[in-house]
């Protein structure tokens, strides 16, 4: 309206025409209207509304998408193309660079695309493999295109660059090749391969609670390596092989206050749960851990390049997450290995037969679980820490060759049995109560030599013996006797200074209150383990409840050394620690924490 006004303040008034409104011709036309329009009314129009010539463009670009592999649609964008060459004609000084660009998604130039059937070579395949025909195929797979290129997930299935649909058998198939080429198929599910038969081995008639693992209760490591001989594992490792003399006479003397402490390589990678139990072989330089995941592993100590501690095998139980293992003194022939279960296992490391030993007769009711033992040193006995509280608590005493029951020990107290440690001969054990009762029982008479408490005691958790040769021959020769509690506290006690070198009817090996040489206080979560050197020098302290609560004690002088660990010392949480036997030309310490890494150190003096 603003422009017909300009235009009609600027010229002069023409008469209007007059119209009819009853006339049916009249269709309201504006005079405006019917004038011609100029050329940039048209420019406009046609980028806004488009017109005849790029409406038909743009049809026939919509059917080359919808249907490229239509015949007729492809002759289409043939003659298509033969107007885009008439239409590109003068564009010969364009460099090639601008014209074109390598990219992986769908070619644009349709006539080059086809639907690709079945490779031949996979249904040749099929056949001269002998495979069994499905049971079922859907017809809809010939139907279905499925386009390579156009998504990157699946540009790895074709086979050339220039592919890109193909039906839904041949996707199938491709599918299946590419999952076959990252996971080959097993041995044991390829029925080309012969399955080596299993020999089963009758158990000794004086193995009376003893049985081959079958395969419900284990499975092995591949390749069969778990239950080799020891000799077979280590015939390749000469340095193995070499036995050393078990004398100690050949450690020199620590300094008290200040230890040089080196670390080496760490043993193995982290294993997939926390590490309970470490134990180092008595005569090679092997060290056996294992924890809740239910594997055992086999390493060889050799902190040296290039395979620093090399796993040599590991060994599997399923559904038997494991407390305790370790080899059976003196000569590590054995090893035996529990959890929270109504059973336990031994691995003969001499032939690699393992047998599972299901129940303690006539001590079912009593021994629920098995998860706590130790092994005497002098590879006798097995001590059992019974499940029963009545009137105390028990451990069960067995024969370690045949696992048959011998003796059974009761501490009288509330709680049961915190904890016991054989005596160094390995002829007798001390027990404690969670109430600080101690029993010392001789394993020679079967009966208590002597009872005791200890001083201070607030929730006794673990006992160690060490110092083997300086204290009572008849209580096994051990002069250091350590005491932990749920209060941190650890009381150092020693045993040389108790009663008489023989016992006699009328005398008390042990006094009933004795006083501990030393009560140390570094700790202030509850003792978790207790652990002293073979040669008496050192005693290890630590607590799995709180990160890097460890400490090293120098013996005889009971002083806690002020140089290591520091606090940049990686210990973690600590959950099992053991000391390198005699046998090893180098003393070494490993620490395991809940993060299922191995520590090591090397002691140097």
């Known amino acids: 309206?603003?422009?017909?006004?300009?235009?009609?303040?600027?010229?002069?008034?023409?008469?209007?025409?007059?119209?009819?409104?009853?006339?049916?011709?009249?269709?309201?036309?504006?005079?405006?209207?019917s004038e011609e329009k100029d050329e940039t009314e048209l420019e406009l129009e046609k980028l806004v509304f488009g017109d005849e010539a790029g409406f038909q463009e743009g049809l026939n670009a919509y059917k080359r998408e919808s249907h490229p592999i239509d015949q007729d649609g492809i002759e289409g964008?043939?003659?298509?193309?033969?107007?885009?060459?008439?239409?590109?004609?003068?564009?010969?000084?364009?460099?090639?660079?601008?014209?074109?660009?390598?990219?992986?998604?769908?070619?644009?130039?349709?006539?080059?695309?086809?639907?690709?059937?079945?490779?031949?070579?996979?249904?040749?395949?099929?056949?001269?493999g002998g495979k069994d025909e499905p049971a079922w195929v859907d017809s809809d797979d010939e139907r279905i295109t499925v386009s390579l290129a156009s998504q990157s997930r699946l540009r790895k299935l074709r086979i050339t660059e220039s592919e890109d649909l193909i039906n839904g058998r041949e996707y199938t198939k491709r599918l299946r090749r590419h999952f076959e080429r990252l996971y080959p198929v097993p041995d044991w599910a390829n029925p080309s391969i012969p399955v080596k038969p299993k020999k089963r081995r009758k158990s000794n008639e004086g193995d009376v609670s003893s049985g081959d693992a079958s395969a419900d209760d284990m499975s092995i490591d591949s390749d069969d390596l778990s239950v080799q001989p020891l000799a077979k594992l280590l015939q390749n490792a000469t340095d193995l092989v070499k036995k050393t003399s078990a004398s100690s006479s050949g450690r020199k003397k620590l300094r008290p206050e200040v230890i040089d402490v080196q670390r080496t390589k760490d043993v193995g990678l982290a294993q997939p749960s926390s590490i309970t139990s470490l134990t180092f072989h008595p005569l090679h330089p092997l060290l056996l851990s294992s924890g809740p995941a239910s594997t055992l592993f086999l390493h060889h100590i050799s902190p040296h390049p290039p395979n620093p501690n090399p796993l040599l095998t590991s060994l599997h139980l399923r559904s038997t997450p494991l407390s305790t293992s370790t080899f059976l003194p003196p000569d590590g022939a054995k090893i035996f290995f529990s959890g929270r279960r109504r059973y336990f296992h031994t691995w003969d490391l001499s032939s690699g037969k393992i047998d599972k030993v299901t129940r303690v007769y006539g001590h079912g009711n009593e021994q629920r679980t098995m998860e706590r033992f130790k092994l005497s040193p002098c590879g006798r006995w097995m001590g059992l820490v019974g499940s029963g509280r009545k009137g105390g608590g028990m451990v069960n005493v067995l024969d370690a060759r045949t696992c048959q029951w011998v003796a059974e020990v009761r501490v009288e107290g509330r709680g049961g049995v915190a904890d016991f440690a054989w005596w160094g001969d390995g002829e007798g054990m001390v027990i404690l109560g969670k109430g600080g009762e101690a029993v010392e029982w001789d394993g020679r008479e079967k009966r208590t030599v002597g009872r005791w408490v200890d001083e201070g005691a607030v929730g006794t958790t673990v006992v160690a013996l060490g110092g083997r040769g300086g204290g009572l021959k008849a209580l096994g020769g051990d002069r250091w006797l350590a005491v932990g509690s749920s209060s941190g506290v650890v009381n150092l006690y020693d045993r040389s200074s108790w009663g008489p070198s023989k016992r006699a009817d009328d005398e008390e090996l042990v006094p009933p209150s004795p006083k501990p040489k030393r009560a140390f206080d570094h700790l202030t979560t509850p003792t978790s383990h207790l652990e002293f050197s073979p040669d008496g020098q050192l005693l290890v302290m630590a607590s799995q409840w709180k990160r890097?609560?460890?400490?090293?004690?120098?013996?005889?002088?009971?002083?806690?050394?002020?140089?290591?660990?520091?606090?940049?010392?990686?210990?973690?949480?600590?959950t099992a620690v053991a000391f390198s036997p005699p046998s090893s030309s180098d003393p070494m310490l490993a620490v395991a924490n809940e993060q299922g890494k191995i520590r090591l150190w090397e002691i140097r003096g």
Request: a negative charge; glycine letters at 8%; hydrophobic letters at 30%.
């Open 1 to 33: 309206m603003s422009r017909m006004k300009s235009r009609q303040s600027t010229g002069p008034i023409a008469a209007s025409p007059t119209f009819d409104d009853s006339d049916p011709s009249f269709e309201g036309i504006d005079s405006e209207e």
């Open 77 to 128: 964008d043939q003659r298509g193309d033969d107007q885009h060459e008439e239409l590109g004609e003068g564009i010969e000084g364009v460099d090639d660079a601008d014209l074109f660009f390598l990219d992986s998604a769908p070619s644009a130039k349709a006539p080059e695309l086809s639907l690709i059937p079945g490779h031949p070579l996979d249904d040749n395949d099929d056949q001269a």
């Open 548 to 574: 890097d609560a460890l400490r090293l004690v120098h013996l005889p002088s009971c002083t806690v050394y002020r140089n290591w660990p520091t606090a940049s010392t990686p210990l973690g949480r600590i």
